[in-house]
T-cell receptor, first 110, second 114 residues
């Protein structure tokens, strides 16, 4: 079983839509949760970071973690064509290394 | 934008050749990582280093080797390339005092072994 499962998509939405990206994880010891964004032909860049359960908001982006169901979500409001990228969720326990999902490829259509 | 560099960006090479993928960062980061990324698959950690002269194997078994003689430099070597080594290789680094979450990635090297 993979440590982090993510629907690879692809996902296409019209500009202005609300996007919901989701991951599940299997290791109950995971406490730290991240979302990375990867544009085509680039390396991933850290987008959002949360610790334990709860929500975190940054502009149009909201990261949500539900540890009871081992569910990680990223919401993008008022999506823009510049949001078109692959979004990767990642988790870790303690000081250990990160486990990444496969990434969801998002296209926002103008 | 992170100052982490990878060369070459693209490499096509024949089976049996020895290759070295270069990774360097100018941010003074102590932690560095190598990941392998295949289409539709998750990033897999193949090597990491928490400082000079420190290297460890990651979660995914790899025939590659790494060295960390200088803080800023973390090259990856394949002694004898095979078609199964065809993949995207991503290098990353983390700042001192930070957890492994804040990783800055390079642009990657896309390797094709014929």
């Amino acid at each position: 079983q993979k440590e982090v499962e993510q629907d690879p998509g692809p996902l296409s939405v019209p500009e202005g839509a609300i996007v919901s990206l989701n991951c599940t994880y299997s290791n109950s010891a995971f406490q730290y949760f991240m979302w990375y964004r990867q544009y085509s032909r680039k390396g991933p860049e850290l987008l959002m970071y949360t610790y334990s359960s709860g929500n975190k908001e940054d502009g149009r982006f909201t990261a949500q973690v539900d540890k009871s169901s081992k569910y990680i979500s990223l919401f993008i409001r008022d999506s823009q064509p510049s949001d078109s990228a692959t979004y990767l969720c990642a988790s870790r326990a303690g000081a250990n290394n990160l486990f990444f999902g496969t990434g969801t490829r998002l296209t926002v259509i103008p | 934008e992170a100052d982490i560099y990878q060369t070459p960006r693209y490499l096509v090479i024949g089976t049996g050749k020895k290759i070295t993928l270069e990774c360097s960062q100018t941010m003074g980061h102590d932690k560095m990582y190598w990941y392998q990324q295949d289409p539709g698959m998750e990033l897999h950690l193949i090597h990491y280093s928490y400082g000079v002269n420190s290297t460890e194997k990651g979660d995914l078994s790899s025939e590659s080797t790494v060295s960390r003689i200088r803080t800023e430099h973390f090259p990856l070597t394949l002694e004898s390339a095979r078609p199964s080594h065809t993949s995207q290789y991503l290098c990353a680094s983390s700042p001192p005092g930070h957890s492994t979450d804040t990783q800055y990635f390079g642009p990657g090297t896309r390797l094709t072994v014929l």
